[in-house]
């Protein structure tokens, strides 16, 4: 049943032309769910993303069960009467404290299709976005994902990290994976000051504040702009 709903989601969201992309550990899918299912999903596109995956799951006899809420990132449970459990998790901005790091748009730009059946980034954003969720959030690499990352590590990776990084934050991030520094708080903060300057820069220091304040919002009062896309997922009884 799981394969059944998967092919006809995937299906539904290509034949819509929405623009989206399986984020990682997309390599056994449809056949095989190793981990959740995470997706990026363009801002303009994801009420419409949210209204196919209710119908599929309503075709398919799957209940969504609202996990967690954060700001641009919902987390989700569908459950089955045959015991499925299939994890979605779906972004439509990457940010820390509220504040962008990496451009989902061009990520969704940059996005192919993979064994003819659902999208994903390239190679060089989907290094980006791996390494700069453990090291903003974690201010380290684990062992087993430094091997991944060396693995996706190519000539144009750098592209993806130029809006919000300078040449020297770059070059140390290439120097953490290709020496495998497990460690890296002092790296972490520059990044995260970068981010917060370069917001700054693009958007103005009132734009910065209310999207951190939103953000804080949102992660501890659970009362925000969101709570009517949580009400389009769940059918109240």
Known sequence: MT??????FFNSLNESNLSYCVLRGYESLPEKINNDIDFG???SFKFQFFDILKET??????IVQVELIRHSVIKMKLTNRYGNIIKIDVWWQFNYLGLEYLSINKMLNSRKLY?????????EYEFALSYLKELLHN?????????VLTLKMKEKSHVPF??????NIIDDFFISVETKKFKLKLLSLRAKFSILLKNTSFHGLFYVLINIYRYLKIRFLYRNEYYNLMNKLVDKK
Do not use: A, C, M
């Open 3 to 8: 394969l059944k709903f998967l092919n006809h």
């Open 41 to 43: 999903v363009s801002n």
């Open 57 to 62: 799951t309503k075709n398919h006899g799957y």
């Open 115 to 123: 064994k003819n059946i659902f999208y994903v980034p390239s190679i």
């Open 139 to 147: 201010s380290w690499i684990r062992t087993d994902k430094v091997e």
């Open 162 to 167: 130029n809006k919000y990084f300078n040449k």
